[in-house]
């Protein structure tokens, strides 16, 4: 199985001020047949279930605020938030897509500081 | 707008077999591309994928729990069902059914709200 790791575990930031999670996965996720990173980004937030946020590791889901971006390729990636707003307080996981059986990170807890 | 919903036990005795179904509304589950999956997640723990059907009956299975677990699919009701066998403490989680994108372990973009089994005597 492929492993993903999440840094940091948790994170403070100030409202307004950004927000950088990083994901690492123990092989590269990218796809040689189309270029694309098979890997994708969840906010989860107490009590709910995890919602899509960012897929193919830089592409935005529908209705997804665009301070939310993704980056990176290969094995090392990043969910930036640009502007931390009171909304964003959540639990986010980067899950790999590129092999059975898919795999999450541990999670990055985001709090206001 | 596709939702998914949950339902059964929510407590479930050691060595029994967890049951759950899983309806689909406001699509087709036999949607071309349409996987349907089941993840769960301990208390206050991260995600796991258990597995997953297309609605031909193909089946798509975590290794780790492959021996345990049945996902069936019943088009004419829009459902699909989950059966995790033998169950001890560690199965204790929220189970939550989804759809997958594109392929058996693509990108989940619809998410039921979730249902707690506890497995406990």
């Known amino acids: 199985d492929i492993v993903m790791t999440q840094s940091p575990d948790s994170l403070a930031v100030s409202l307004g001020e950004r927000a950088t999670i990083n994901c690492k996965s123990s092989?590269?996720?990218?796809?040689?047949?189309?270029?694309?990173?098979?890997l994708a980004w969840y906010q989860q937030k107490p009590g709910q279930p995890p919602k899509l946020l960012i897929y193919?590791?830089?592409t935005r889901e529908s209705g997804v605020p665009d301070r939310f971006s993704g980056s990176g390729s290969g094995t090392d990636f990043t969910l930036t938030i640009s502007s931390l707003q009171a909304e964003d307080v959540a639990v986010y996981y980067c899950?790999?897509?590129?092999?059975?059986?898919?795999?999450f990170g541990q999670g990055t807890k985001l709090e206001i500081k | 707008q596709v939702q998914l919903q949950e339902s059964g036990p929510g407590l479930v005795k050691p060595s029994e077999t967890l049951s759950l179904i899983c309806t689909v509304s406001?699509?087709?589950?036999?949607?071309?591309?349409?996987?349907w999956g089941w993840i769960r997640q301990p208390p206050g723990k991260g995600l796991e994928w258990v597995g997953s059907?297309?609605?031909?009956?193909?089946?798509y299975y975590n290794p780790s729990l492959k021996s345990r677990v049945t996902i069936s699919v019943d088009t004419s009701k829009n459902q699909f069902s989950l059966k995790l066998s033998y169950v001890t403490a560690a199965d204790t989680a929220v189970y939550y059914c989804?759809?997958?994108?594109?392929?058996?372990?693509?990108?989940?973009?619809?998410w039921g709200q979730g249902t707690l089994v506890t497995v406990s005597s």
């Open positions: 193919w590791a830089s």
């Open positions: 059907i297309y609605y031909s009956g193909s089946t």
């Open positions: 406001g699509g087709s589950i036999s949607s071309i591309g349409s996987y």
């Open positions: 899950q790999q897509c590129y092999s059975s059986p898919p795999t």
């Open positions: 092989q590269s996720v990218l796809y040689s047949s189309n270029n694309k990173n098979s």
């Open positions: 989804a759809r997958h994108v594109g392929y058996n372990y693509g990108r989940i973009d619809y």
